[in-house]
């Protein structure tokens, strides 16, 4: 089974900084399978970044994912409000689906 | 627009049963294999389950197989969920997905295992 270390699992920054979000898996992984989620409150996980840097329908190019074999990125390069919120990776390349354990990006 | 509509969450006692439901709508539903996700109260997401879009193969975490069951009525665009021997550790919003990776959720329906 793979598992998926998040990090930081917390980062505070200010809007207009850049975010680095860092997910790595516990053996290589086939990039084609990594996805990126973002969870509001009160909402249900909304889909980033799928195959490790393609960006999902309408999700902004301030956004972007790279990686492969055990480090898998999410950037966000200009924070803007709406970004702020937890960010979960997924394996999807075999059962388990597991999932990180999430990153909260918090406003300064 | 794509539309999951769960149902069927509640308050349970330990040790019964509760079938979870998620009505598809707006796009070809069998086309689609299907996910249950779940999040226990302040903490992160759980894969549940899967089934393929014609309901031959199903996959299930450890920590719920033999337990729950997935199914699928094609037929009605609905997902479902049976959930038996439900432990307090079950309680959770749980939500349906679509696909792999999943690109529409629903809203979630909030199951809570208490005596």
């Known amino acids: 089974e793979i598992v998926l270390t998040q990090s930081p699992g917390t980062l505070s920054l200010s809007p207009g900084e850049k975010a680095t979000l860092s997910c790595r898996a516990s053996?290589?992984?086939?990039?084609?399978?990594l996805a990126w989620y973002q969870q509001k409150p009160g909402q249900a996980p909304r889909l980033l970044i799928y195959?490790?840097?393609s960006r999902a329908t309408g999700i902004p190019d301030r956004l972007s994912g790279s990686g492969s074999g055990t480090d898998f990125t999410l950037t966000v390069s200009r924070l803007e409000p709406e970004d702020f919120a937890v960010y979960y990776c997924?394996?999807?390349?075999?059962?388990?689906?597991?999932f990180g354990r999430g990153t909260k990006l918090e406003i300064k | 627009q794509v539309q999951l509509v769960e149902s069927g969450g509640g308050v349970v006692q330990p040790g019964r049963s509760l079938r979870l439901s998620c009505a598809a709508s707006?796009?070809?539903?069998?086309?689609?294999?299907m996910h249950w996700v779940r999040q226990a109260p302040g903490k992160g997401l759980e894969w549940v389950a899967l089934?393929?879009?014609?309901?031959?193969?199903?996959y299930y975490a450890d920590s719920v197989k033999g337990r729950f069951t997935i199914s699928r009525d094609n037929s009605k665009n609905t997902l479902y969920l049976q959930m038996n021997s439900l432990r307090a550790e079950d309680t959770a919003v749980y939500y349906c997905?679509?696909?792999?990776?999943?690109?529409?959720w629903g809203q979630g329906t909030l199951v809570t295992v208490s005596s």
């Open positions: 997905a679509r696909g792999t990776p999943s690109d529409y």
């Open positions: 195959g490790a840097s």
């Open positions: 997924q394996y999807y390349g075999d059962s388990p689906y597991t």
């Open positions: 053996q290589s992984v086939d990039s084609s399978y």
């Open positions: 089934i393929w879009y014609d309901g031959s193969s199903r």
């Open positions: 707006r796009f070809t539903f069998s086309n689609y294999g």
